[in-house]
């Protein structure tokens, strides 16, 4: 199974700092996305990624995120101003594979205080 | 707009019996369903994948099928066991790289 590593995989931060979130693809693949679930939630759609733009975003990402795939590797989601509500696990997948499914990384829980 | 919602939301089973969890989507234009394993506070394992043209993919004691006419899909969990006391979410793709748009969860606890 592809593998996908996210970094931290616990940030605690104040409001109002910025936080960049990281997520390493084993492989060189094109397509990335985030995903956010705040606790007992569902698990909802952030942004996708592709070929180093994005190619869809969610009502969620607004102009507080954004993404970018700084050195053709790693793959970053940035918030730049954290605010409360922003507390949740955030999960990076890759998909666009031939059969199509999506493959998730362990994820990093974010805890805005 | 793909809408999956599962059922039951919380199911407590002792241990030995078989058990079925449903998922159904509002859109069956979709090109696959994917089961998913989540532990408390941990991440999501991919459990099965079923492609739009086939009825069902098995893995074990797990077994998931796919009725897009209807739009639902089951997922069979055989001679269950503690181990697998989890959250199990199901996930509709539209291409095959589209977002996935997750159901909100079955929470699976299976008594010793």
């Known amino acids: 199974e592809p593998e996908v590593t996210q970094t931290p995989s616990h940030q605690v931060t104040q409001m109002g700092q910025e936080v960049i979130l990281r997520c390493v693809p084993i492989s060189n693949h094109l397509y990335f996305y985030w995903y956010r679930q705040i606790l007992g939630q569902k698990v909802e759609f952030l942004v996708s990624?592709?070929?180093?733009?994005?190619?869809?975003k969610s009502e969620i990402f607004d102009d507080q995120f954004s993404v970018e795939r700084p050195d053709g590797s790693n793959f970053t989601l940035k918030i730049r101003s954290t605010k409360l509500e922003d507390s949740a696990m955030y999960f990076c997948?890759?998909?666009?594979?031939?059969?199509?499914?999506?493959?998730f990384g362990p994820g990093t829980r974010l805890t805005v205080l | 707009k793909q809408e999956v919602t599962q059922i039951p939301a919380a199911l407590s089973v002792p241990e030995g019996e078989n058990l079925v969890l449903n998922c159904s989507f509002t859109?069956?234009?979709?090109?696959?369903l994917q089961w998913f394993r989540q532990d408390p506070g941990k991440g999501l394992t991919s459990l099965l994948l079923?492609?739009?043209?086939?009825r069902e993919q098995t893995s074990g004691r797990l077994n998931a099928s796919l009725d897009k006419s209807s739009g639902r899909s089951t997922l069979y969990i055989a001679a269950s066991q503690p181990g697998d006391s989890a959250t199990y979410l199901c996930a509709a793709l539209k291409t095959s790289y589209d977002k996935v748009i997750f159901g909100p969860g079955t929470s699976l606890s299976v008594i010793p």
């Open positions: 997948a890759r998909g666009g594979l031939a059969g199509g499914g999506q493959f």
């Open positions: 079923i492609q739009s043209s086939q």
């Open positions: 859109d069956s234009a979709i090109y696959n």
């Open positions: 990624f592709y070929n180093n733009e994005i190619s869809e």
